[in-house]
DNA sequence: CCTCTATGGCGAA
DNA sequence: TCGCCCTAGAGGC
């Protein structure tokens, strides 16, 4: 269930407890038995994550295919839970050099053994990440503007937007006060950058909280100072599945359209069509 | 028991 | 644009 400050988490959790020495890798279901053969009893050097990709490098005592290339999908989780866990189809399973923690693979998209040039070649296929400081923004900027696609397609293309979600779409847009079916070229160099800074604020805040939230503090609405649980994803939000409540900033009711397969989320009237 | 849903992305048509 | 893959939890009967 994943945007990029999901998998930015996960890999700074691995770092912090999984790398120093040597791991045991196993496949309880049996899906990645041979990868996990290969790798059970060497160290982790190294997991991060590009966008919505997660990596973990191994050392290359492994061999030329040293690293694990995981995309969770959109019902894929990779869970720390005690090692005597059984619960599920637990494809991958790395248990902590203590022997204390495990983390459990589930459902994922992707999981697989690949090289340095493989790992690469998915760099290369992924765009600027508004997690990462090595974005190149003023290509992105240039890109979005001269693309008659709609600005709410644009934001799902992890070669321009790497790690950005339905969620943050949504949000994102409507804190710019943007319609999500403005074609890129009608943006102006601002808006874009105003949209790409809010995802870099919003999603690094969503790497510490664990969740996304969105909502500013002048338009959170009065709960008595009992925290909300307004939807399963966990945090505030201003748009995300909110569709027929009335908007925290002008009341009108938010709207709902299914695009290209996805569930989109706006205000008619806080993001203005034009 | 069944059906539906979800923060994704791929490949066939 | 559609169907399909993967999983788990919720809700209906």
Request: charged fraction near 25%.
């Amino acid at each position: 269930m994943p945007e990029g400050h999901v998998i930015h988490r996960l890999a700074r959790t691995l770092n912090d407890g999984f790398r120093g020495g040597p791991v045991a890798v196993s496949s309880p279901q049996g899906r990645f038995a041979r990868a996990a053969s290969l790798l059970d009893g060497h160290r982790i050097r190294l997991a991060e994550a590009y966008g919505k990709h997660l990596f973990i490098h191994f050392e290359d005592t492994v061999g030329p295919e040293a690293t694990v290339y995981i995309h969770l999908g959109l019902i894929g989780q990779l869970r720390f839970e005690p090692v005597d866990t059984q619960k599920g189809q637990i494809r991958l399973r790395i248990v902590d050099p203590t022997s204390t923690c495990a983390a459990h693979l589930r459902g994922p998209q992707f999981c697989r053994l690949i090289d340095r040039e493989e790992f690469q070649t998915i760099l290369a296929r992924t765009g600027p990440d508004p997690l990462r400081d090595d974005a190149d923004v003023a290509s992105l900027t240039t890109a979005v503007r001269s693309s008659r696609r709609s600005i709410g397609t644009l934001l799902m293309d992890q070669k321009l937007f790497a790690g950005v979600g339905n969620i943050y779409r949504a949000e994102a847009l409507f804190r710019q006060g943007i319609s999500p079916f403005i074609p890129g070229k009608d943006l102006s160099e601002q808006e874009v950058r105003g949209i790409w800074d809010d995802l870099v604020e919003l999603m690094a805040k969503g790497v510490e909280e664990g969740e996304i939230n969105t909502v500013r503090s002048e338009h959170l609405p009065d709960r008595m100072g009992r925290k909300p649980r307004v939807d399963d994803h966990g945090g505030e939000v201003y748009v995300y599945r909110r569709a027929g409540l009335e908007c925290y900033v002008c009341g009108h009711l938010i709207s709902e359209q299914v695009l290209q397969g996805r569930n989109l989320f706006w205000c008619r009237h806080c993001q203005p069509e034009r």
